[in-house]
């Protein structure tokens, strides 16, 4: 079984590679990664107070209460609801998905959406020791958010160079995607320079970090020149400008 956040949708890839792109998501529960040092403030349903990323409810076990068991077959008929009529992206998100790897019911759940010729992107932070063997993995796009020093989460548990490698080589179109705020510009360029030295050549794009509109745009500007500085791409969090930290949008 896995454990299911949510799932909802149509509503738009709001960054990395396919921004603007209609997607429904599939939210799993549990991280490998705290991320205190994004400073997201919020509450446990028990009324502790606590920091995280902005998919806090996705990744701190206090909220367990909330996911639902699920099989495969059961979220295939799920997002089938959901789906308009046309072939919409699928967006595997968390949480930490990649925790699920070895799970026979997330690979049914891949598997079944590639071979019926969607578009399936995983959303992943790329720590995770994993294997690439059947040929409908390496179709899968990999979004993979590196977490940086700001995240407070320590490097040798953040950065997997043989992980990042093996995704980059072995999937098409793969990319990495940083989130940075105006007052990390500087250690964020050594940090992502020291990553890329590691790995083969791969699409890179900068995010400003937030959870509300304010907060991006209050950063854009400055990731924004580090990207146009270092030939990356920016990409904006079209979700949060548009509906703050909302979910289920």
């Not at 967006?91 to 990649?98: A, F, S, W």
């Not at 179109?173 to 250690?187: A, H, N, Q, R, T």
């Not at 950063?219 to 289920?248: F, M």
Request: hydrophobic share 35%; glycine share 6%.
């Amino acid at each position: 079984m896995l454990e299911v956040n949510e799932i909802f949708g149509p509503t738009i890839q709001g960054e990395g590679k396919l921004v603007g792109t209609p997607s429904i998501f599939i939210r799993l529960g549990k991280c490998n990664f705290k991320c205190e040092g994004f400073n997201v403030e919020y509450e446990t349903p028990s009324g502790i107070k606590k920091c995280s990323c902005d998919s806090y409810y996705a990744v701190d076990m206090a909220f367990k209460e909330q996911w639902q068991q699920m099989n495969a077959q059961q979220i295939i008929k799920e997002v089938l609801l959901l789906e308009p009529n046309y072939k919409i992206d699928i967006v595997i998100t968390g949480g930490e998905p990649l925790l699920y790897w070895k799970n026979e019911e997330f690979q049914k759940l891949l598997k079944h959406y590639i071979e019926n010729n969607y578009k399936v992107t995983i959303e992943t932070n790329g720590s995770l020791n994993i294997d690439l063997t059947e040929t409908y993995q390496k179709q899968i796009l990999f979004s993979m958010s590196v977490k940086l020093s700001n995240s407070l989460e320590p490097l040798k548990k953040r950065v997997n160079v043989n992980t990042l490698t093996k995704i980059i080589t072995e999937t098409e179109g793969s990319y990495l995607k940083f989130v940075i705020d105006e007052g990390f510009k500087e250690e964020a360029n050594i940090e992502i320079q020291n990553i890329l030295s590691s790995i083969p050549k791969v699409d890179v794009f900068l995010m400003p970090m937030g959870d509300t509109a304010e907060q991006i745009n209050k950063n854009s500007e400055a990731v924004i020149n580090l990207a146009i500085e270092n030939g990356y791409k920016y990409c904006d969090r079209l979700h949060i400008r548009v509906w703050d930290n909302k979910r289920g949008v």
